[in-house]
């Protein structure tokens, strides 16, 4: 099924994803950094903020056309794997949410001061933006979500394609 969000045929979606990604795992590399004291801890703190905060920026971003491709899929067995990518999505977002909420002047209160539970949520956020992945990758490389069938794609390659 080609995208419904797409420009000039190329889908939206897997544009914009790479982003809040690649922010995201950055942000929580730049947190074992801090806690590993290598170089200047401050730095390595102030990097994950902003790198966490884009992330949750370029996830909400990226969820738009997401959410557009999900209304598309007419297929039960697609669509349950599609609503469980969704719900990743959306359960690592609002973590990644809170630990940024957690590093604030106004959510570090809440706890005594101590980094260790933002660190921890964004390594979980991290693990569960793995899984929505892996189920991302079944979405479009096996069932062709989001994805126009090639002219010169065999006929039995084509015929797998539901959606």
């Not at 359960?91 to 590093?103: D, E, G, K, P, T």
């Amino acid at each position: 099924m080609a995208s419904k969000a797409s420009i000039l045929g190329h889908p939206v979606h897997p544009m914009l994803l790479p982003f809040p990604l690649a922010l995201w795992v950055f942000s929580f590399i730049a947190d074992v950094i801090y806690l590993l004291g290598i170089g200047d801890g401050y730095i390595w703190l102030v990097v994950a903020k902003y790198t966490l905060a884009g992330g949750i920026i370029g996830g909400v971003l990226a969820a738009v056309p997401g959410f557009i491709d999900w209304l598309a899929i007419k297929s039960p067995e697609i669509k349950k794997i599609a609503n469980w990518h969704a719900r990743l999505n959306v359960i690592a977002l609002l973590i990644f949410a809170v630990s940024l909420y957690l590093r604030t002047k106004y959510g570090r209160p809440m706890v005594d001061g101590s980094l260790n539970i933002p660190i921890l949520l964004s390594g979980i956020g991290v693990l569960l933006i793995s899984v929505s992945g892996w189920l991302g990758g079944s979405l479009a490389y096996e069932h062709g979500v989001g994805v126009k069938p090639q002219h010169d794609s065999p006929e039995e390659e084509t015929a797998k394609v539901r959606y």
